[in-house]
């Protein structure tokens, strides 16, 4: 790949600076001859008025905002590589779409600045690489350089290998903030809508996990219809099964659930009765596993880490078995003594058992001392449905 280095005023690079406010990306710059957002790029993610004011005042302090690298597509026509956050930032703050602040927290937008601090902004100079090569070497090149302080996540990259029509039209649908759905959406999904996570979420979804592979296949495809279908079909089962909404419902791996029990029928009414009767029991230990427990027709309480028995009480226990059973001359384990083998009188340590719910607690059995029972490791493994 050839590489030139150029030196561009920010008054040249921000000349006829288009931003799209819709899609949150910059669109043009140099007089339209700069693509500053080609599809290969994420979304731009600095108008939290932190990242793009630190650009700003980079510059009206004279450091150097690092390189920037341009693909050469023609003659005259050129996409931003690397660089388009700094760029952005850029052209938003000069054509007044933030403010900075000056030392008296007074806010200051571009046209509101002094005539020699916007002349240091426009004069300052940016270093470029202009970039020519083939597509597989810009876009090799692109993952490589990534961006200095804020890495391509996975998706981002992944949207830069895979660019197309098919990649132009998801992010469309899943990048976009401006969607009516993404409230909906972030009720079941975990992740920042402009940094690709629910469109990661989509894709893994509809490809069982293999997103390469599938956005490889439908790379060149102008639509998203599958994609859109699919992604719908298991957010409707979700919301259509629990009609509750909770926090813990976010992150949790609905792709997985769809398919393993989307088949089964399900009353709303008594999923919504079973998951608010474990959020109110105090002895369920993780909510996010509630969900899958009730669908899984309440039987798996390890995805519930139901509260075992505390130290006092398997301690108390112990004592009170141990000393009953020394008298009667039989193992302080209640299973080894009724049976037949040579444990039948086989006293044990604390460490060799463990404390188990006599009345299971997914039969409703409490966690307390009266429903404790301490058995040797062998029995309470083999006992089950705890």
Known sequence: MKTNLVQIPVSKLVDGFVYNEHEGKGLFGLSGQL??????????????????????????????????????????????????????????????????????????????????QQDKIMNATLLVY?????????????????????????QELRNAIYSGPFVTAAKAEFSNSQNANVNKWGAYIKGVVNRQEFLERALEWVSDGDIGGYMSTHRHDDNIN??????????????????????????????????????????????????????????????????????????????????????????????????????KDESNCPLCAVGSDSNITKIWTLADMDADHVTAWSKGGATDADNCQMLCKTHNRAKGNR
């Open 35 to 116: 693509t500053i957002q080609p599809e290969y790029q994420r979304n731009y993610i600095y108008a939290d008025g932190k990242r793009d004011v630190a650009v700003i005042r980079s510059i009206l302090a004279g450091y150097p905002l690092g390189l920037l690298y341009f693909t050469k597509m023609a003659d005259d026509k050129f996409e931003v590589l690397d660089g388009q956050q700094r760029i952005t930032s850029i052209g938003r703050f000069v054509t007044g779409k933030f403010a900075i602040f000056d030392e008296n927290d007074t806010p200051h937008v571009f046209s509101g600045l002094p005539k020699d």
């Open 130 to 154: 202009e970039c020519e090569g083939t597509e597989t070497e810009i876009k090799q090149w692109f993952e490589t350089i990534n961006i200095a302080g804020v890495p391509l996540n996975q």
């Open 226 to 327: 599958e994609l859109k279908t699919y992604f719908n079909t298991v957010i409707d089962w979700v919301s259509g099964t629990f009609s509750m909404v909770e926090k813990e419902m976010q992150g949790l791996e609905w792709g997985r659930l769809y398919k393993e029990y989307h088949g089964q029928s399900y009353d709303p009414s008594k999923v919504t009765a079973a998951v608010e009767r474990l959020y109110g029991d105090p002895y369920v230990h993780n909510r996010k596993g509630v969900f899958e427990y009730v669908l899984g027709g309440e039987v798996d309480a390890k995805l519930l880490q139901v509260r075992m028995f505390d130290e006092a009480t398997r301690n108390a226990v112990y004592k009170q078995q141990t000393e009953a059973a020394k008298e």
